[in-house]
């Protein structure tokens, strides 16, 4: 068994092929990981689609051959040619696949480093993969490693202090734009968790908001749930508005700020929705697949995801010291994950050994009574006593198992152990260890 991740990230694909590549719903992410899962080489799939990545990570036969049916699979669903995925796509292997999904997990790998959507958006991916039975004990135990260690970084490190996200960054560049924020309304497209992001980073830095949705009820409970909540901040009732999805265009002519973070597919915001105005406009779009089709307009300014790179190097050097007190705690963990997965083999081969002496202690009393070697009376003593001696005779072998396991050649010297105890079923080591409960993420 190994591990083996694809990787299209924004180091690596530009947005528009990202965007190919994209997720848009459950229903697209089932019938592609069912696709995948046709292959007898890989054993457990999960997805993650983002407006940053689109990653699979996978417990599999053989990494080689895995990896390019995924990446055939991703080429047929995306048209995208395979070999221009082939040299575009990161694929990472056994320890480096660890050590990358543990980076990711942390927030290490994102556009924002320290951000804290990602930890959510890969317990989100978990548990869907887990419903579906697309995932089971090899990715069970790989996934709860890795959010002790995004635990163990948050709680380390300073990188999650604060809020730290696109969305965040969107309202930084915003704030460089309009030094005067309080004379300045946003509008805000969609009622999604980025879309409450950006509204409470907006009000925050004195920006008026206006929600338009087409889910005017989620539009009117959120901004609801912002005045009332406030997160520590007061806001006024007028601060936020909400607004029908039918005004849509006449408030894109208005409005000389936007942010816009929805889930539809397509582009909502067209370029035949779009007049020429004098006033210029700055519209933020973070969302994947884009939002806004791609249009030239005197006055107006369109950032996507990969423009806020700017901001994000801005602050990389104020984080760099607490990223590389992290990066240390990720490769210390990602060698222990594999320390422990080592570990594992043994218990299985222990227990198999100890099982056997058992039953040889069990057949010898059984054939003993039968030959009036020992009386019914005395079996129960010499049936501990033979327990104790095998117990005794075993423990210095179970402790140098233990010790090898997690050696170079701890492999080749437990399959020498199962050899000689005449051990067969290769199932036994999977199915000591069950799925840890997916629950304990939380």
Not at 295 to 309: A, G, K, P
Not at 372 to 388: P, T
Request: include cysteine; hydrophobic fraction near 40%.
């Amino acid at each position: 068994m190994e591990y083996l991740i694809v990787s299209f990230t924004h180091k690596n694909t530009d947005i528009k092929t990202r965007e190919k590549l994209a997720f848009g719903n459950e229903l697209e992410k089932e019938t592609f990981l069912k696709t995948v899962l046709d292959n007898k080489q890989i054993n457990e799939a999960m997805l993650i689609s983002t407006c940053n990545r689109v990653e699979l990570i996978a417990s599999v036969q053989c990494c080689n051959d895995s990896s390019k049916e995924i990446l055939q699979l991703f080429s047929n669903r995306s048209g995208i040619d395979f070999h221009s995925l082939h040299e575009r796509a990161d694929v990472y292997e056994n320890m480096a696949a660890i050590y990358h999904l543990f980076t990711v997990a942390s927030s290490l790998d994102s556009l924002v480093i320290g951000e804290t959507q990602i930890a959510g958006q890969l317990k989100d991916a978990f548990r869907f993969a887990i419903e579906k039975k697309f995932s089971n004990q090899k990715l069970s135990r790989v996934m709860n490693f890795a959010f002790k260690c995004a635990a163990k970084v948050r709680n380390i490190t300073q990188l999650g202090t604060g809020s730290v996200s696109v969305a965040s960054t969107a309202v930084a560049k915003a704030r460089q734009l309009y030094k005067d924020t309080k004379s300045v309304k946003a509008l805000v497209i969609g009622a999604g968790e980025m879309s409450e992001l950006a509204c409470r980073h907006l009000l925050k830095s004195g920006f008026d908001v206006v929600i338009c949705s087409r889910n005017i009820k989620k539009a009117r409970i959120l901004a609801h749930s912002i005045i009332t909540d406030g997160n520590g901040n007061s806001y006024a009732a007028n601060q936020i508005e909400v607004k029908p999805y039918e005004e849509l265009e006449y408030l894109l002519d208005s409005m000389e700020l936007l942010v816009t973070a929805t889930s539809a597919p397509y582009p909502i915001i067209t370029k035949e929705m779009v007049k020429e105005n004098s006033i210029a406009r700055n519209w933020f779009d973070i969302a994947l697949p884009r939002d806004i089709e791609e249009m030239n307009i005197s006055n107006l300014h369109i950032y996507s995801v990969d423009d806020l790179q700017c901001i994000v190097d801005e602050t990389l050097e104020l984080r760099a010291n607490q990223a590389k007190e992290a990066f240390g705690i990720v490769r210390q963990m990602s060698e222990e994950f594999f320390i422990w997965l080592k570990s594992l083999a043994v218990e299985p081969i222990i227990k198999n050994i100890r099982t056997k002496s058992d039953e040889i202690i069990d057949k010898k009393i059984q054939i003993a009574i039968k030959k009036k070697f020992i009386k019914h009376d005395d079996v129960a003593n010499i049936e501990k006593l033979c327990q104790s001696i095998m117990a005794e005779f075993l423990h210095t072998p179970t402790i140098k198992l233990k010790e090898v396991s997690v050696s170079l050649k701890g492999d080749e010297i437990l399959n020498t152990a199962q050899n000689l105890f005449g051990i067969q079923d290769e199932n036994t080591i999977d199915n000591a260890y069950k799925i840890n409960n997916y629950k304990e993420i939380d």
